[in-house]
């Protein structure tokens, strides 16, 4: 079956240290997204990626990294200048990148199973 | 600016009740597309629909139904005769002329038996 898969479920972090969280996607989507959610403030992007090779900056990716070297696979460093990283990660892909100018042939994200991290 | 406000953070009914979410947006776009998707205690996030700008008819899937206004920027969702397997959070989420998703703040909904 296609889909999204992300890895591990859980995972805890000690002070200091970098983690990386897994992002694969055999759905042959072009675009990739890392979301954040904490409780009562929604999902926000972190990074994205259109592309192979190219991510651009989301909303907060202060403390984060990310590389796009398949197209099946965005996975997330979240590094020690993350100061308050435990939350739900949570990973998205979609067909095709959207224009800025118009929507071409958009449709719905297809999300993975989240990824929560804690730090302890 | 692109916003979505889901004044409702929490609600709870008894099985068989219907409950309507509301959801407002805000966008100077005039293409855009609008989402709900539901997330379940497991986590990931389910499609449910999605509505563009151009069309405001109102869909019915079911027991779901959604209520599209632009007139009011509002994309209320409603759900008829629910079910115990309908408790999860929800959001209304918005994609202007842009690639990123907005999502609003989520409604909980606690179905009872």
């Known amino acids: 079956d296609g889909g999204i898969t992300q890895s591990p479920k859980y995972l805890f972090r000690k002070e200091g240290q970098n983690v990386t969280l897994s992002c694969e996607q055999n759905?042959?989507?072009?675009?990739m997204y890392w979301y954040r959610q904490d409780p009562g403030q929604g999902l926000r992007l972190i990074y994205y990626s259109q592309i192979v090779n190219d991510f651009q900056k989301g909303d907060i990716a202060e403390g984060y990294s990310v590389s796009r070297e398949k197209k099946e696979s965005f996975p997330l460093t979240v590094t020690s200048a993350q100061k308050n990283p435990t939350a739900f990660y949570l990973c998205?892909?979609?067909?095709?990148?959207?224009?800025?100018?118009?929507?071409?042939?958009?449709?719905?994200?297809?999300f993975g199973q989240g990824t929560r991290l804690t730090v302890v | 600016a692109q916003k979505v406000t889901q004044a409702q953070t929490e609600i709870s009914v008894v099985e068989k009740e219907d409950v309507t979410l509301d959801c407002v947006y805000e966008t100077r776009d005039t293409t855009y597309y609008l989402f709900w998707y539901k997330q379940p205690p497991s986590g990931e996030l389910v499609f449910l629909i999605r509505r563009n700008s151009f069309d405001e008819q109102n869909e019915i899937s079911g027991r779901y139904s959604w209520n599209f206004q632009k007139s009011t920027s509002s994309f209320n969702f409603t759900i008829t005769a629910s079910q115990v397997v309908d408790s999860a959070v929800y959001f209304c989420a918005l994609t202007p002329g842009f690639q990123k998703l907005v999502f609003g703040t989520g409604t909980r909904l606690l179905v009872s038996p």
């Open positions: 998205a892909s979609t067909p095709r990148y959207r224009s800025t100018t118009r929507i071409q042939g958009h449709t719905e994200a297809f």
């Open positions: 759905l042959n989507h072009d675009a």
